[in-house]
């Protein structure tokens, strides 16, 4: 089976662009849920996606948007890019609704400059 | 709230030394565990979980985790350390299983195994 996957890897970005990254889920996993990383915060909740439906939502500004398709890929936006967005931005799925482990992607790394 | 606490920033131990990555936690209910280690530039790879059941939970490569309920605290451990083993480790947990309860990271802790 193949793992979740992240596109692109790697991304530059000036103050003030906005961005969208992807992520596709493991085959039959329909909970989908984004992670900022950074040295300073650590891990940090973003927002999780089910059966297209946001489900869960950190504490992040509304800049930080997302969304989930039928086929349960999901895409993350952020609007207005500030040189503080920039992280590595992971993805995890799982099977039903995070209870199990999630399943993370190798993350697309963002610099805001 | 639900929160967890990863004590040390690093573990320092020398391979063949056992190793142990602390963790404890605070929730309102039944607590559900997770490790997770995560090496340079790749995302998080799942270690082991514990979610009822034996105290003792044994993983992926060798770890294994001790759930102590009274001490609320869930240690990372293996008999022996390899330097492959040198990575970013998390402790997680999910305080129930609403579909409102996220699941926390702690702050991680930095293993270094050294030769």
């Avoid at chain 1, 530059?12 to 969208?20: E, L």
């Avoid at chain 1, 900022?36 to 999780?48: D, S």
């Avoid at chain 2, 997770?36 to 082991?48: D, E, I, M, S, T």
Wanted: hydrophobic content about 30%.
């Amino acid at each position: 089976k193949a793992g979740v996957t992240q596109t692109p890897r790697y991304l530059i970005k000036t103050r003030g662009q906005q961005v969208t990254l992807s992520c596709s889920p493991i085959s039959g996993h329909r909970s989908v849920s984004w992670y900022q990383q950074t040295p300073g915060q650590g891990l940090q909740f973003l927002f999780e996606y089910f059966s297209e439906t946001q489900r869960n939502k950190g504490n992040f500004p509304g800049r930080f948007s997302g969304r989930q398709f039928s086929n349960s890929r999901s895409e993350m936006n952020v609007s207005t890019l500030e040189l503080g967005d920039s992280a590595l931005y992971l993805c995890a799925s799982s099977g039903v609704t995070g209870v199990l482990e999630q399943f993370f992607g190798p993350g697309t790394r963002l610099t805001v400059l | 709230a639900q929160s967890v606490a990863q004590p040390e920033d690093q573990v320092n131990v020398a391979e063949g030394n056992p190793l142990t990555v602390k963790c404890t936690y605070s929730v309102s209910g039944n607590p559900y565990l997770f490790w997770y280690v995560q090496y340079p530039n790749r995302g998080l790879q799942f270690l082991l979980k514990y979610i009822t059941g034996d105290n003792l939970v044994k993983g992926s490569y060798g770890f294994e985790a001790e759930f102590n309920k009274s001490q609320t605290s869930f240690h990372l451990k293996k008999p022996s350390a390899l330097v492959s083993d040198s990575a970013l480790y998390f402790c997680a947990v999910r305080g129930g299983w609403s579909n409102t309860d996220k699941l926390i990271f702690g702050t991680g802790t930095r293993l270094q195994v050294f030769p």
